[in-house]
């Protein structure tokens, strides 16, 4: 092993300023969030694994399986030119219902969910503000049925509206300029009944 | 599977954990710690593929996600009788390496500081005089402009009104004792230290094949075979580097500068007389020459070798069906049925109560470190040695609050150096022609394994029990089990219990000296804290992320 004694003494660094400025490559972050052990909250995630599993995205796009890790996503948070949100959204409606917020609605509907990772992501954009760089956010959710059974299965509605909620994930990262299109027919794996 | 358990209700938004103080005459009293979220994942994977098991239990936890996954291929590989290849050893090494680089950092800076560090009285520092401490004190000194513009970027937020993380803090309290600048200057590498860890994260996605949630990890090895290019390594070597520096130029000076102001603490947050480590950093194999040896001290320090069927939970206290306290090897997980009523003098967590020959044992960074130090492990030594001299206090400190913080910031030097070995010995398999990751196996009949890590929070312990190929038995004790379980049976206290006893409460409104302790433990859930005052009966219920 390498001896580690001393090596915190003072020393300067050459050639690394404290204020660089992060650099923000121009990007399209596709953020699906939730946990996939609790039936609906993990439909986020399934999102992203199908995309990733089923579509081909352009260059500008990249598609992160976030799960609950909240303030740890910072990195991807802060890193991202435009962030697209995939997650559950409470927002009175029925469940199965799909709702896109644009960033400037985000702020109150996300503090009236009762999910913890939602709390989280607010704290993350708020550092961002800490790192000059608030991404451009769009949250596309669905109105769940279950958050708190165990379960590794989606419910019945959502999984029924499972390929629409896919649909306008892809239509969002083309308005937000990035391509998202399906694999050639045979290399598209045998979809997945969203389990693991 | 089929099986369904619902738990209501389960307190999400609140949080997962609640402790809960009696205060007496101005200090802690009595203590209680709560799990207030059931988590039966171990139910969900009976029936279930051995290898499958890893995408599971790395949910279970928003958190630890590489730790749980690696723990669990551990025990499959053991129940399985795989050795895995030398560069699935380095690369699993430099993943959990880099686990510790960002946690560690991120506790630090972003979970622990500001019980420490005020922002508020940041405001009031004078940028010229916060300059020169900077000098004085860090590896990488700023200039007076550099704390101006963090000053004006601080009070910006403070005016916003949205304060995000700074709004659960004590602005103002008595036991803050940091003077403005030194407030400023941490408060200036609160923000840096955002910076490094967006990049720190990205260490994983080297060769983790994606972070958050590594996908590269496997029963038998690794599949990280296509990232073993030069430019790769490179890349890693290059995050890790400026991590590395960042750790050792800014973390460290800044753990001394706010120890400094804060030797009382070294007094405080003690208690245990047990600390367990399974080690961890294997040198060769699976459980060899690890970096962290594994040991158990158990009231003395003379370090003894971990009998692991010592290894017992005791769920007197918890909300399960009573029986004898078990081995995880054969343990269950049976939640009572119906609601259940948090009892402080009954049961009162979801959490089992861990045991070691029958003892509550502290597991974590400060375990780590007295086990390595009394094992005569000579970087930890060297290092602790050196701490203690700087902040002038004797051993005695280490068994503390303040004691736990300063291991932790130890321990990401100890493991920061010995990745470089880890990079080095893997580049120079790869130039030899060794690109091995795997290891081949077919799913025996019957198994029985185990999987012990030493991860960031502490010791972690997967056990597996196989039949016909599919999973019939699996229990986990995780560390924050170990150090924020409840009482036992025979009303011994968990670790954070005995800590929180004793400690000194300036105002019952603003318990900021229970969170310095909870926190330095580094509970990965969000905490509510509830402090009650026996003679008005008045019950503070704060809520703390």
Known sequence: MHAASGRYCRKPLPGKGMTENTKTPDNITVLGVGNILYKDDGVGIRVVQHLEAAYDVSDNVIIVDGGVLGINLLGVISTAGKLLVVDTVLNHGRPGDIHCLAHHQIPDRILAKNSLHQVDMIEA?????????VPETTIIGIEPRDLNTLDDRLTPEI???????????????????????LKAQNSVPPRQDHSL | MGKKIIIDPITRIEGHLRIEVEVENGRVKDAWSSGQMFRGIEMMLQGRDPRDAHHFVQRSCGVCTYIHALSSVRAVESACNITIPENARLIRNLLHGAQ??????????????LDWVDIVSALSA????????????SGRPGTSEYFKEVKTKLSTFVNSGQLGPFNNAYWGH??????????????????????????????????????????????????????????????????????????????????????????DWGAIGGNNTTYLCYGDFPGAGVDD??????????????????????????????????????????????????????????????????????????????????????????????????VLGKLGVGMEALFSTLGRTAARGIETVVVGAAMEGWVEDLKSNIASGDKKTYQPWTMPDKGEGYGLNDVPRGALGHWINIDGGKIKN?????????????????????????????????DPKQPLEVLRTVHSYDPCIACAVHVIDPHTNETYKVKVI
């Open chain 1, 125 to 133: 954009l708020t550092l961002c503000k800490a790192l000059d760089h």
């Open chain 2, 474 to 506: 699996y229990q986990y004790v995780v560390p924050s089990t170990w150090n924020l379980g409840p009482s036992d049976g025979k009303n011994q206290k968990g670790p954070v219990e005995n800590s929180l006893i004793g400690t000194p409460i300036a």
């Open chain 2, 174 to 263: 008595p036991a803050y004792h940091l003077p403005p600048e030194a407030n400023l200057m941490a408060s200036a590498h609160y923000l840096e230290a955002i910076k490094l860890q967006a990049k720190a994260a990205r260490m994983h996605a080297i060769f983790g094949g994606k972070n958050p949630h590594p996908q590269s990890l496997v029963v038998g090895g690794v599949t990280s075979a296509g990232e073993l290019t030069p430019d790769r390594i490179d890349e890693f070597t290059n995050i890790w580097q400026e991590t590395r520096a960042f750790v050792e130029d800014v973390y460290i000076p800044d753990l001394l500068a706010v120890a400094s102001f804060y030797k």
């Open chain 2, 100 to 113: 510790y680089q960002h946690d560690h950092i991120v506790h630090f800076y972003h979970l622990h500081a």
């Open chain 2, 289 to 386: 020459d690890l970096l962290y040896p594994a040991g158990v001290l158990e009231g003395d320090l003379t370090p003894k070798a971990v009998d692991l069927a010592q290894i017992t939970e005791d769920v007197t206290r918890a909300w399960y069906d009573p029986g004898e306290a078990k081995h995880p090897s054969v343990g269950e997980t049976r939640p009572i049925k119906g609601e259940v009523d948090y009892n402080t003098d009954d049961k009162y967590s979801w959490m089992k109560a861990p045991r070691y020959r029958g003892k509550s044992a502290e597991v974590g960074p400060l375990a780590r470190n007295l086990v390595a130090y009394t094992s005569g492990q000579k970087d930890v030594k060297n290092l602790v040695d050196d």
């Open chain 2, 126 to 137: 004078d940028p010229v005089k916060t300059a020169k401490l900077s000098e004085n004190t």
């Open chain 1, 159 to 181: 999984a029924d509206r499972f390929d629409d909620l896919v649909q306008r994930v892809v239509r969002e990262i083309h308005t937000l300029g990035g391509t998202c299109r």
